[in-house]
C-alpha cells in the first residue's frame, strides 16, 4: 500500500450542463488535460462499492460522522486489465486514499467469497480488506458508472474533474457484465465538480471555477446509488 500519507482537500459542486460548458472552456485554456483521458478528453470510470450488511458507510455519510472510510473496486473505460482495490478516507472534509492492484480474476474471486488470498498477499491494503470482508462482513453493494473529463494544475497539487452521466448498475453486482440496465442517481441529471488540491488553491483557479459564488455540496456517488429507487 504506497501512500505518503498526505490528506489532500476535497470539494464537490452539482452543475448543470450549462455550468459544464462554461468551466471547461475555462480550464481547457489554463490547465492540462490528464493523460489517462481519450482522445475526447473523457474517461469512464465504473466503481464497485462495498458495505457492511447494516450499510454502515451510507448510515456514517448521512449522519455526517466526520471520520469515515469505504472500500472500492475501479477500473476505466471497461478495461479489466487494469484494476484496483480502492480505499478511501474522509476526515473533517479531507482526503486519504490507499490503492492496490488486482487483477480480474481476483476480483471474481472476492466476489465468490474465495478471499483466501488476500490475506497471503504481501500488500497492506490488501490484507486489511481481507480483515474487513472477514470481521465487518463487508460485501458488494452497487456499481457506479460516469464518465469523468479531468484537469491538472501543478501548483498546489490541484485536480479538477467533471463527472456526467452518473448512473447506477440496475439488478448486477458483477462489474463485468456491461449489457446491463442503469439508472441516473443525480437529481435533474446532474453533473458533479470535484476539486482536490493539497495546501492551497491558486486564486486564478479558484476564479475560474467560482467556488466562491456556489455553495459546496455534500454529495456521494455510493450513498446517492443506495438511495436511489
Known sequence: MKSNFKYRFEIKHKISDADVVSIKSKLSRVMKIDKNSSGEGMYTIRSLYFDTPENKAVAE?????????????????YDSSFIKLEKKIKNNGMTL?????LTKDEVVKILNNDIGFL?????????????KLKCTRLQP???????????I?????????????????VN???????????????????????????EFIPDF?????QINKCSSSAI????????YI
Open 205 to 209: 483557479v479558484r476564479d475560474l471555477i
Open 153 to 169: 494544475y501543478p501548483l498546489g497539487n490541484v485536480r479538477i474533474t467533471l463527472d456526467r452521466n452518473i448512473r447506477k448498475v
Open 220 to 227: 456521494s456517488k455510493y450513498v446517492s446509488s443506495r438511495l
Open 119 to 131: 490475506k497471503e498477499s504481501n500488500d497492506t491494503l490488501l490484507k486489511e480488506f481481507y480483515i
Open 61 to 77: 455519510k448521512l449522519d455526517g460522522v466526520p471520520y469515515r472510510e469505504k472500500f472500492r473496486i475501479r477500473f476505466y473505460n
Open 172 to 198: 448486477s453486482l458483477d462489474p463485468f457484465e456491461y449489457d446491463t440496465l442503469s439508472a441516473p442517481i443525480v437529481e435533474n441529471k446532474m453533473s458533479v465538480l470535484e476539486v482536490k488540491y493539497d
Open 141 to 151: 453493494k452497487s456499481i457506479v458508472d460516469y464518465e469523468r473529463e479531468a484537469y
Open 97 to 101: 486514499k490507499f490503492s492496490a492492484a
